[in-house]
Nanobody, 128 residues
């Protein structure tokens, strides 16, 4: 059974940092494409903020997080990470990790519909 469990969320002051982790079980992480998403009540959809392809060949960052967030993985620990620096109040959201084996044609890595498995989400709150 595939399970994804996020950790590392919480409350931080504006300008601070957090590192989210997503630990996997039931699969070998290195064979998968990874994504981080976030959701706020103001939006109806989950925003794709960062992706890391299988083999770490390519990455994607949404403009809203570019140069502040970094996605990575540790295959030996079966864990993916999102390092978040220079956090802003608008980064406040529930963050989700997700994985997919192969992207179906027509789907981009930041499209939540492209992903097969999801974590349950973790709250990140940035206080001003």
């Amino acid at each position: 059974q595939v399970q994804l469990v996020e950790s590392g969320g919480g409350t931080v002051q504006s300008g601070g940092s957090l590192r989210l982790s997503c630990e996997f079980s039931g699969l070998t992480l290195e064979h998968w494409n990874l994504g981080w998403f976030r959701h706020t009540p103001a939006k109806e959809w989950r925003e794709g903020i960062s992706c890391l392809s299988r083999g770490d060949v390519s990455t994607y960052y949404a403009d809203s997080v570019k140069d502040r967030f970094t996605i990575s993985r540790d295959n030996a620990k079966n864990t993916m990470f999102l390092q978040m620096n220079s956090l802003k109040p608008e980064d406040t959201a529930v963050y989700y990790c997700a994985i997919v084996d192969e992207f179906v044609r027509g789907y981009e890595c930041y499209d939540p519909a492209a992903y097969d498995y999801w974590g349950r989400g973790i709250q990140v709150t940035v206080a001003s």
